[in-house]
């Protein structure tokens, strides 16, 4: 599962950086003085998303996380990612819109004790990881949600659930409609390390 996740403040990596620029100035074409959230990120908040944009191949736009679904209103902030492809919510998304969520890094909490402790999920050696999505279009904006897995190895003692962080070399395929989804989950990377919060 993936219910927080973490862009920095300070010492943004470049990439990022850029990211969160071209994602800002979107938005601050139509809502004037707009700035991204940054540091811990939770449903409901607007993040950058790397999506497939109408004048270049990929760009970055802001999005709220979570589907909202229902009367009232709650936030489908994560999918299955073995189950996306035929689920209603999912489906069209799955197939047409995918993204990806950049990040420096995710959270989990350790329910084993008695007050569960937080922990941070990284990419060693990397400052960036990028969280697959999915993303659909509404009255109201765009808004999109993370796909997870089966924990793998250490880290499902934690959590039995992960988001899935797609590699580099598949990112182009996994943006692109044209590609088949399903083939470039077998792709993601599960060698995490992690601090305690």
């Known amino acids: 599962m993936c219910g927080r996740f973490y862009v920095p403040d300070t010492d943004l990596p470049e990439e990022l950086l850029a990211l969160l620029s071209e994602a800002e100035r979107r938005r601050l074409a139509v809502e004037p003085g707009f700035r991204l959230k940054r540091g811990e990120l939770a449903p409901g908040d607007t993040v950058a998303v790397v999506a497939p944009g109408r004048a270049a191949p990929s760009g970055a736009f802001p999005m709220r996380w979570g589907f909202r679904l229902g009367t009232p209103a709650r936030l489908i902030f994560n999918a299955r990612s073995e189950s996306a492809g035929e689920r209603p919510l999912f489906r069209e998304s799955f197939a047409s819109r995918r ?49 997870t897995r089966d924990a793998a190895g250490p880290l499902a003692d934690f959590h039995e ?30 060698a995490l390390e992690w601090a305690k919060e």
């Open 99 to 147: 993204c990806l969520l950049p990040a420096a890094a995710y959270f989990e909490w350790d329910h084993r004790q008695k007050r569960p402790e937080k922990y941070r999920f990284f990419l060693p050696g990397e400052p960036l990881l990028y969280l697959a999505g999915l993303y659909r279009l509404t009255a109201e904006g765009a808004e999109c949600t993370v796909l």
């Open 161 to 190: 659930r992960m988001p899935v962080i797609l590699p580099r070399e598949v990112h182009a395929a996994w943006l692109n409609p044209r590609e088949q989804a399903g083939g470039l989950l077998g792709e993601a990377l599960t």
